[in-house]
């Protein structure tokens, strides 16, 4: 059962041409200038429930500006979005209880109020029951550690910490679902491994549904099945994430360290693209040629000091996709 | 439905929150303490010797200006003009919008709470202190201090609305300078805070009387030192009330504005 529906979402900005003075003050809320930039070009996707999908694309794509309208805190110029039965900009404190939210970029919490008390302010603004706000605190401070900093102002939060206690901040309430805009954005490896098995059990346990967006791939390969990759404001892929990386992850490249300098190296179904001393970077398709093939070759000639095999990672699929479109990407990709 | 509970949560916490800047509390103790000086020696110099001038004593005019010091105080213990233009610009106004509850009003509620917290701690003991020891005139029925209260309340409402609003305008400004000096203009003048109305030249009289910021300083400070005495009270409540709802609609309409601004140009 979906429990997010959009259909043609389309969000311009008008960029409005600021006045000065007081007395423009007093113009422009009368009327105003604009320049319209369009950054959500007809968009249409339907989540199930409990789903955790990954919504990717590069800078400026539109992904912060879909999520805003998920929240209800932006209004589509045209289009449609539901949000648990709900029209987001229509009701918008109505689906504040429905939905969870973190912006990776800003904190949700009070800037000066002391980590704990934010806390007990969004309980009773949600009307959080004491059991069930105790119980969520519990859990939420034994897998976050939130205890370490729990009496610290927000304003004195490290950035890990920081999305920490955003992210139990935005989960207090038992929302159904959960928006994550970049929640891993300037986490060291050990906050983003952390990050990644919280969100992931939480999905999990409560069958929370959850939209992620992020720029490091990692996340969306430990955390998604699907992904749904915009550019532009536009739809380029929505789909499991293991046929982009059945269709497009072929190549592979073998690195070859051989005991003696070699002038050249001439191979079957194989295609060296860059040397260097006596390292070669060899391209083959999986399909053509495996690996092992390729090795037998080259021990024919030389002797073989030490060697790699890279599949390419998503990553760099992905960032093709964006270079040359989903549909013109030729299968072999040289990533 | 009006959830009394969340708002008050508010209240309270902004309450605690300001126990935590007990700096801020009595360096604006300060500063309150120094312009009271200031203004009671000005006013000490003006009526020269003088034991009335415009109708009134030299000890009701010192009054008048001890009150107004103390009504400074309350409103300024408030979420000032400064703070709000800066929530504006950070986009903690905005994004309040994602939450379950009326921006405007919240920000009303909190300031329930700190001021409470500098009446209590600060500006009460002082000014009891003041009274004790100065030969000020007190009211002596027990319901002009009532309706001076109440005065002073609703004046604390026409302000709150009226410098919300002047703060929310920078949704729609990148310069608020004018603005600024506009509001505080209004406010130490226009508002009879420094020199009572009855001073002012008749044409600046009548125009001060017919704005709402009288109703914050001249009205309730007139209740209290008994320039305004039995049904001319009621009137001036009535014109402070109209004024309330005027401001209070005056907000209502550049929130609106402002948070449509928000939906629809993301801020
Ligand atoms: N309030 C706004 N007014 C005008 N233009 C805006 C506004 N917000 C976003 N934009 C523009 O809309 C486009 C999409 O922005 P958005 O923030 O949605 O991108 P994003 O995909 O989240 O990018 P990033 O990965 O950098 O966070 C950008 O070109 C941006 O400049
Ligand atoms: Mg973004």
Known sequence: MPVIEVEHLMKDFMIAKRETGFLGAVKSLVKREHIKKEAVKDISFSINEGEMVGYIGPNGAGKSTTIKMLTGILVPTSGSVKVNGIIPYENRQENAKNIGVVFGQRTQLWWDLPTIESFELLKEIYQVPDKRYKENMDTFTEILGLDEFLSTPVRQLSLGQRMRADIAASLLHDPPILFLDEPTIGLDVVAKEKMRTFIKEINKERSITVILTTHDMEDIEKLCERMILIDHGQKVYDGEIAVVKERFGKTRTLIVDLEESSRSLKLRGGEVFKEEASRFWIRFNRDDVSASGLIAQITETHNIKDLTVEEPAIESIISRIYQEGYQDLPETVKV | ?267
Do not use: H
Not at chain 2, 101 to 115: N, Q
Not at chain 2, 240 to 259: I, T
């Open chain 2, 1 to 267: 439905m009006f959830r009394f509970r969340l708002y008050w949560t508010f209240t309270k916490k902004a309450f605690l929150r300001s126990a935590v800047y007990r700096f801020d509390v009595w360096s604006r103790l300060g500063s309150n303490l120094i312009f009271l000086l200031m203004w009671g020696s000005i006013w000490t110099a003006l009526y020269a010797g003088r034991e009335e001038a415009g109708g009134v004593s030299f000890e009701s005019m010192l009054t008048y200006i001890v009150v107004s010091q103390f009504l400074t105080g309350v409103n300024g213990a408030g979420t000032p003009l400064w703070e709000i233009q800066e929530k504006v610009r950070t986009g903690d106004i905005s994004l309040e919008l994602m939450r379950p509850f009326d921006v405007p009003l919240r920000y009303l509620f909190a300031d329930f709470g700190s001021v409470a917290f500098y009446i209590l701690t600060a500006l009460l003991p002082l000014y009891t202190v003041m009274f004790i020891f100065m030969d000020l005139t007190l009211p002596s029925a027990w319901e002009t201090w009532a309706l001076f209260i109440v005065s002073a309340f609703i004046g604390f409402l026409i302000r709150y609305c009226i410098e919300m609003s002047f703060g929310l305008l920078s949704f729609f400004l990148v310069e608020t300078g004018g603005i600024v000096d506009v509001f505080y203009f209004a406010m130490s003048l226009l508002s009879g805070s420094v020199i009572p109305l009855w001073f002012f030249p008749g044409w600046l009289e009548t125009m001060a009387l017919y704005l709402p910021f009288q109703g914050i300083y001249y009205i309730p400070n007139a209740i209290f030192i008994g320039k305004i005495t039995g049904e001319e009270i009621l009137l001036s409540l009535g014109v402070q009330l109209f004024w309330a709802v005027s401001s209070y609609l005056l907000l209502r309409f550049v929130w609106n504005r402002a948070s449509q601004k928000v939906v629809v140009q993301g801020g």
